[in-house]
């Protein structure tokens, strides 16, 4: 049975946000519950689905609001998958010709594929949309109309992006798995060695660089492990530095986690 997750995440917050503290991990088992009460013919495989969407509405809420609260913060903004929006797009024609030639470039030369997962979000210059730091546009409550603010906000920068607006991508993730462990270093090391191409190409000797992080409700020590792994382009050359596929982990179950990361990643970057 599919849920009506919109619709569903709405009713279940009553058109409110979480109070800061509130742990996300334990509002979704109580929407568990409460969903099953209303249909028991609900899988538990439909609503982990829901939680994954549940989980970056309110991450992209709070950074939406974040960026409102610090004027000269960058956007941090959720993604399409790959099967429905092709990343590259963001950028200006030269750069995602670049881009293009790349991927045309590796199938035709070595019969294989550039093939890549989108991110789950983009950190992304908020001025290229002429964003309005007015604090009336703070989200505070929810319904559909704002959710589908926060899930269309990528498809305003379509075209418009230089390599140094957008400084960043992360990995949201409610649990951290096994096989999601070796996803998202693989995720970061693609979309760096991508960025050094452009890099390259645009004969751009000091760029700001490239930043990727994963977040998650939950991290324990073995996540942390995992995840510390090199980017395999910066290896290539002994005199390259040697460049982290993730350049760092976070826990974020509350709104309130939400702002000490944001903080803690954007505070050192800043548009203006």
């Not at 903004?77 to 293009?100: C, G, H, M, S, W």
């Not at 530095?241 to 826990?251: F, L, R």
Request: net charge negative; proline share 4%; with cysteine.
């Amino acid at each position: 049975m599919r849920i009506d997750k919109k619709k569903v995440f709405c009713e279940l917050l009553n058109n409110e946000l979480p109070e800061p503290q509130q742990l996300i991990s334990e509002l979704f088992k109580s929407f568990d519950i409460r969903v099953r009460q209303l249909n028991a013919n609900v899988t538990m495989g439909a609503l982990n689905n829901a939680h994954g969407d549940w989980y970056e509405w309110l991450i992209g809420i709070a950074a939406w609001n974040y960026c409102i609260d610090n004027p000269g913060s960058y956007l941090t903004i959720p993604l399409p998958n790959v099967t429905q929006f092709d990343i590259a797009t963001l950028y200006r024609e030269d750069i995602k010709l670049i881009i293009q030639e790349l991927r045309d470039s590796v199938e035709s030369r070595a019969s294989v594929s550039l093939i890549t997962s989108n991110p789950d979000f983009v950190i992304i210059n908020p001025e290229k949309l002429n964003f309005s730091y007015d604090k009336s546009n703070k989200i505070t409550h929810l319904d559909i109309s704002r959710i589908n603010i926060i899930d269309n906000l990528y498809s305003q920068f379509i075209g418009k992006c230089n390599i140094e607006d957008i400084i960043g991508y992360a990995s949201i993730k409610t649990s951290l798995r096994p096989d999601r462990r070796l996803q998202i270093p693989h995720e970061g090391s693609l979309m760096k060695a991508i960025y050094a191409r452009i890099q390259n190409d645009k004969g751009i000797l000091n760029p700001p660089g490239l930043k990727y992080y994963a977040i998650s409700t939950k991290v324990g020590e073995a996540d942390r492990k995992a995840l510390r792994t090199v980017a395999t382009h910066s290896i290539a050359n002994v005199d390259s530095q040697p460049q982290a596929a993730v350049d760092s982990v976070h826990t974020v179950n509350s709104l309130a986690e939400a702002i000490v990361v944001f903080d803690d990643i954007l505070k050192s970057n800043s548009v203006f």
